[in-house]
């Protein structure tokens, strides 16, 4: 089994940072693509950033010039850099990795982190 764990979120000024990261834990053999996703109210579950584990990235266009993703594979951790966070990137954003575990390959969810960008 594969438990991931979030931090960093909170609330931020319009044009503030925040850095979110999601450390996995467990039986993991290997780490294949890990990534954000962010859920508002009244909308689905979007796809913020996702980096290979060859670190390719890929962005939504949305966040693009504004977010960067990186991981940490010594650490099995992965981050979100946000700059520059408007109104509009309030939601809850949630850790996805893709590992190889003892039970085989899985796709895992953190439990989420709240971003609320508010004046």
């Known amino acids: 089994q594969v438990q991931l764990v979030e931090s960093g979120g909170g609330l931020v000024q319009p044009g503030g940072s925040l850095r979110l990261s999601c450390a996995a834990s467990?039986?993991?053999?290997?780490?294949?693509?890990m990534g954000w996703y962010r859920q508002a109210p009244g909308k689905e579950r979007e796809l913020v950033a996702v980096i290979t584990s060859g670190g390719m990235t890929n962005y939504a266009d949305s966040v693009k010039g504004r977010f960067t993703i990186s991981r940490d594979n010594a650490k099995n951790t992965v981050y979100l850099r946000m700059n520059s966070l408007k109104p509009e990137d309030t939601a809850v954003y949630y850790c996805n990795v893709q590992a190889v575990a003892t039970t085989g390959w899985g796709e895992y969810w953190g439990q989420g982190t709240q971003v609320t960008v508010s004046s």
């Open positions: 467990g039986s993991i053999f290997s780490i294949n693509a």
